[in-house]
Every structure is written in C-alpha cells, then in structure tokens.
C-alpha cells in the first residue's frame, strides 16, 4: 500500500529525492514518516510530518539537509535530500501512523513500504 521510488547510487555532495506513493487507501488522517537502516545496524528514524503538513520533525543527523513535503491531493510524501553523504547510505523506508502524533519509533507506524536503495559514494 506505500510504494517508495526514487531510490539509486549519487555522489557525495550530490540530492535525490524519494518518494513514496499510497495506493489501495489514502491517508489523509495519518502522519507520515521516512526512515532508513543500513547493513547491520537498526532502522533509525529519518523525518516525519503531520497530515496536515504544518507540522515536521527530523533527525538530528538530517536537519538542514533533508525535507519531507507531502501532497495530500497525489497521495504523496516525498523526502528531498541535498548535501548528500555516505553515511546516509542506506535502504529508507516510507511508514504511515495513524492520528498526527509525530513519532521516531518505528513501532508507532501501522503501515510500511518495502523500501528502496540509496548509496552515497565518496
């Protein structure tokens, strides 16, 4: 029901956008939320933004440098990140939660996508 795209290899210092698209339910009524997991290590929380958009809430490790807007008319939620490194390598993840309640743990999120590759070369 959550489709991530957008995923690929950049270079360090390089921007890519994600996107992750619902199909078979909308979620207007749901906050949204990005997060990632790189090769032995947990999911850790990426950004994540209310359903009326007003409010977001990023990692410390991506603030200033990654945005998460959303398109309630397309369904949509997009993470838009610049200044890429290669610590942020790593599969991401698109979740959904119910209510507008922003929240970095991954167990508050009922819906999620399979994910989608992103690698930073340096």
């Known amino acids: 029901q959550l489709v991530e795209s957008g995923g690929g290899l950049v270079q360090a210092g390089d921007a890519l956008r994600l996107s992750c698209a619902a199909s078979?339910?909308?979620?207007?009524?749901?906050?949204r939320g990005w997060f990632r997991q790189a090769p032995g290590k947990e999911r850790e929380f990426v950004a994540a933004i209310s359903w009326t958009g007003g409010s977001t809430y990023y990692a410390a490790s991506v603030q200033g440098r990654f945005t998460i807007p959303r398109d309630n008319a397309k369904n949509t939620v997009y993470l838009q990140m610049n200044s890429l490194k290669p610590e942020d390598t790593a599969v991401y993840y698109c979740?959904?939660?119910?209510?507008?309640?922003?929240?970095?743990?991954?167990?508050?999120?009922?819906?999620w996508g399979q994910g989608t590759q992103v690698t930073v070369s340096s």
């Open positions: 979740a959904a939660a119910r209510g507008d309640r922003l929240s970095d743990y991954p167990r508050e999120y009922d819906y």
């Open positions: 078979g339910r909308t979620f207007l009524a749901y906050a």
